[in-house]
């Protein structure tokens, strides 16, 4: 008996089952290529697609790193970063082609894209704008010298002069020819001791035994100048310096030419001196205005209006770099702004203040015999001059002492017979010179004895550095007019005077003694100021306030010059002027020295020639 196979044959399956096993393989076939492709889906859907920081970052415009990714492992324990290659989408169908849109549809877009890209820039810009710091302004290049002020620890803080290195021409080279300084005197002997020229002797006891020179009265220029290079605080770094000084002998430069020299030959120096400057850094910091020089002679002696041969003097004082510099001189100009005046130097140079000492308290102990006293020589050629009747009453008083000089007395120019009369008097009378004022004021009160003066341009609108503004603490002022008319005896004025009042006065001038006189330029006063000093100390407030004026915007925009003397009166912290009583002695048409084409001119040429004589 045939036993039974227990499987099937393929052959029998196919025979009874009529296909049924075909169908179960495609089943399972269909099956797993179901799974393959939901696996695909899923993998799509779930993982490559399923990406929010990236689509919100493209929604928002913020541009994602998308190189890496973090992953986290199956168990949590860690995170590590692995590269993130791009998915391949081979399944999405490509992206469709663009469509073409007309003309006026693409501008409109551009337009509405630019002015969109414009508006964000403009944001962009405004928030820079925001969040950039202040600007802060540009330093003043004369800012670091004002800061040396601040520092109490400076001594010479806030007090720092730079000295121009000047060529020789403007300064030593006219000492060497000083022959050549004067046409009728050898200034050479004034030249010796640094400017003070030769001792004096004491025979007559009127002097102390030292610091007493024969002193020509333009001499300033190179007394300044030696004392400056004695000056504690000078320095090599303009950038800290609150002045700067310019070493030219302006005074001794135009002496040489004022007679038989044309104007070219007369303007040369100061032309020269001018463009040297200019070329400098240090004129570009304030265009010139820290500017300083010293000239011993008058302002109209540098103020030649025109380019005619017959007018007087230079044309250094209108030349435009200059107008901005400030130039010492022995008598300045009512109506200009850039000169000012400092003392005539004296006969007494102290070396130190134990000198200055003696001689106050000297001065303190004198009789004074005479009430009032003149020297002085008339001026017949001028009749606007007081002289004559100032004569004419002396010689009729019993209580003045007069010393005539008209008649080629030489003892109007000895030193030892001017002091010696000054000091045996109470009042000195001081009339106008040739030109506004005289030296003869300052050795009166070097003597202790009282100036009587009689236009305000004798001292009070010249000498306001060093001089009190109240001119009645030390002086006496009698209008010219009161003595023209002969409504005025001077004698009686005086002796109006109580005698309380004339102790306090003569206090004061004694007083002011320091302040007026030139110490010896081989030294230094201790503890008082000359008049070296107190030029120096003025200057440097002027600069120093016209510095932080212009950083504070305030500089004066309606400064008038013509009334520069009301301006050098008032008072600090005072900017406006107005009327003054002594409007009628600086009117207009200037008759007394007001410019340099008319009376002025014979005004400093008449001064010049009359001052020289006694040198000659």
């Excluded at 099937?8 to 296909?19: I, R, V």
């Excluded at 006065?505 to 007026?516: F, H, Q, S």
């Amino acid at each position: 008996m045939r036993r039974r196979s227990v499987l099937p044959s393929h052959h029998d399956d196919m025979e009874k089952g009529g296909g049924k096993p075909a169908s179960s393989r495609l089943c399972f076939l269909a099956t797993l290529c179901a799974m393959f492709w939901v696996l695909i889906f899923y993998f799509h859907f779930a993982v490559v697609s399923n990406e929010p920081a990236v689509s919100a970052a493209q929604a928002t415009g913020v541009r994602i790193d998308r190189s890496r990714i973090h992953i986290p492992e199956l168990d949590g324990a860690s995170r590590v970063d692995v590269p993130l290659a791009p998915p391949a989408r081979a399944s999405e169908p490509p992206p469709p082609p663009p469509v073409a849109r007309p003309k006026e549809t693409e501008t409109e877009t551009e337009t509405e894209t630019e002015t969109e890209a414009e508006a964000e820039e403009e944001h962009a810009a405004q928030v820079r704008r925001e969040e950039a710091p202040p600007k802060v302004a540009a330093p003043y290049p004369f800012e670091r010298a004002l800061k040396t002020a601040e520092n109490k620890s400076d001594p010479c803080g806030g007090r720092y002069i730079y000295v121009h290195d000047l060529p020789p021409r403007f300064n030593e080279d006219m000492l060497r020819d000083c022959e050549k300084l004067s046409v009728w005197t050898n200034m050479c002997r004034f030249m010796s001791n640094d400017g003070l020229g030769p001792p004096l002797g004491n025979e007559e006891g009127v002097f102390s035994n030292t610091g007493w020179y024969g002193t020509n009265q333009f001499s300033v220029d190179v007394i300044f100048g030696n004392r400056m290079k004695q000056y504690e605080c000078l320095t090599k770094d303009s950038s800290i310096a609150a002045a700067v000084f310019v070493p030219f002998y302006a005074g001794f430069d135009v002496a040489r030419y004022l007679w038989g020299y044309n104007t070219t030959t007369r303007d040369a120096a100061s032309l020269d001196l001018v463009e040297w400057l200019m070329k400098k850094p240090e004129w570009s910091v304030m265009g010139g205005r820290d500017h300083f020089l010293v000239a011993g002679r008058i302002t109209w002696d540098f103020r030649r209006l025109t380019d005619e041969e017959s007018d007087w003097g230079s044309k250094l004082l209108f030349l435009p770099a200059a107008k901005n510099m400030s130039m010492l001189v022995v008598e300045s100009s009512p109506w200009n702004s850039n000169d000012f005046g400092i003392p005539y130097p004296t006969y007494f140079h102290p070396a130190k203040d134990a000198d200055v000492f003696l001689w106050q308290d000297r001065m303190r102990s004198l009789e004074r015999p005479w009430l009032f006293s003149f020297a002085g020589a008339p001026r017949p050629g001028d009749p606007m001059s007081i002289r004559g009747q100032l004569i004419d009453q002396c010689r009729s008083s019993s209580v003045c002492k007069l010393l005539e000089c008209d008649l080629g007395e030489s003892k109007c120019h000895s030193p030892s017979t001017i002091m010696k009369m000054f000091q045996s008097s109470l009042f000195c009378l001081q009339p106008q010179g040739d030109s506004y004022t005289r030296r003869s004021a300052f050795d009166s009160m070097l003597a202790g004895c009282i100036p009587v003066f009689f236009h305000p341009g004798s001292a009070y609108v010249q000498y306001t550095w060093h001089l009190p503004k109240n001119y009645t603490r030390y002086s006496v002022f009698i209008p010219e007019d009161d003595v023209r008319s002969r409504n005025a005896s001077i004698e009686e004025r005086l002796k109006s005077i109580h005698p309380d009042v004339i102790k306090q006065m003569r206090e004061e001038v004694i007083n002011l003694i320091p302040k007026v006189i030139y110490a010896d330029p081989r030294s230094k006063l201790e503890t008082l100021k000359d008049a070296f000093d107190v030029s120096v100390e003025a200057i440097i407030n002027k600069v120093t306030k016209l510095r932080r004026d212009i950083i504070a915007g305030q500089e004066d925009k309606d400064f008038i010059e013509e009334n520069s003397w009301k301006y050098s009166l008032l008072e600090d912290g005072q900017r406006t002027i107005g009327p003054h009583e002594w409007d009628p002695f600086f009117s207009k048409p200037k008759d007394k020295g007001g410019d340099s084409s008319g009376s002025s001119a014979e005004s400093a040429k008449n001064s010049w020639k009359s001052e020289q004589r006694g040198h000659s």
